[in-house]
T-cell receptor, first 115, second 116 residues
Framework: NAGVMQNPRHLVRRRGQEARLRCSPMKGHSHVYWYRQLPEEGLKFMVY????????ESGMPKERFSAEFPKEGPSILRIQQVVRGDSAAYFC?????????????FGPGTRLLVL | TQLLEQSPQFLSIQEGENLTVYCNSSSVFSSLQWYRQEPGEGPVLLVTVVTGGEVKKLKRLTFQFGDARKDSSLHITAAQPGDTGLYLCAGATHSLQGGSQGNLIFGKGTKLSVKP
């Protein structure tokens, strides 16, 4: 069984560009979560999505960041007009439908570097 | 604000030694998960504990959830170099409506180094 897949694994952007991070959950999982890990910091929750719905975006910065999980295709975390402070590892996790929702399985992450 | 404090922050031991790492909070969690993360990779789930007082064993790893569901410990017996990594605990909470909040609260981790 394939695990959570994320791409790209590494992404370099210049200040002002857009970054798009993709996440395909594990088969049979319809809950997706995005976390950010800054150097020497713990993982911080950003957003929780189900298919076509944002359930909780309390951890998302108010500006420049958006997330979606369409009916078909991967979940996308979009960062517009990136700044150096956006450099971090971004992890996606997924959990099953209506069962053991609290156990989350993580992908390998996308390391974003903003020059 | 809910916080999970992990200790120690760093631990360097020799192969064959035993160790315990701790995860503490003033908040109650409906479940707690332990992960191990290696450099450049995502966290890999080790165990989920749900019931206060629960003990789970995974080969040489023993996980315990505190009776009050505010703290947890991970004990490794006869550590091996392959155990080296960052150990993270993460707590889940329930919403007022009774369902899971969705987001996990993570500690900063314990960085373990096991020398041969």
């Amino acid at each position: 069984n394939a695990g959570v897949m994320q791409n790209p694994r590494h992404l370099v952007r210049r200040r002002g560009q857009e970054a798009r991070l993709r996440c395909s959950p594990m088969k049979g999982h319809s809950h997706v979560y995005w976390y950010r890990q800054l150097p020497e910091e713990g993982l911080k929750f950003m957003v929780y999505l189900q298919k076509e719905n944002i359930i909780d975006e309390s951890g998302m910065p108010k500006e420049r960041f958006s997330a979606e999980f369409p009916k078909e295709g991967p979940s996308i975390l979009r960062i517009q007009q990136v700044v150096r402070g956006d450099s971090a590892a971004y992890f996606c996790a997924s959990s099953p439908v209506d069962r053991d929702q609290e156990t989350q399985y993580f992908g390998p992450g996308t390391r974003l570097l903003v020059l | 604000t809910q916080l999970l404090e992990q200790s120690p922050q760093f631990l360097s031991i020799q192969e064959g030694e035993n160790l315990t790492v701790y995860c503490n909070s003033s908040s109650v969690f409906s479940s707690l998960q332990w992960y191990r993360q290696e450099p450049g990779e995502g966290p890999v789930l080790l165990v989920t504990v749900v019931t206060g007082g629960e003990v789970k064993k995974l080969k040489r790893l023993t996980f315990q959830f505190g009776d009050a569901r505010k703290d947890s410990s991970l004990h490794i017996t006869a550590a091996q170099p392959g155990d080296t990594g960052l150990y993270l605990c993460a707590g889940a909470t329930h919403s007022l409506q009774g369902g899971s909040q969705g987001n996990l609260i993570f500690g900063k981790g314990t960085k373990l180094s096991v020398k041969p």
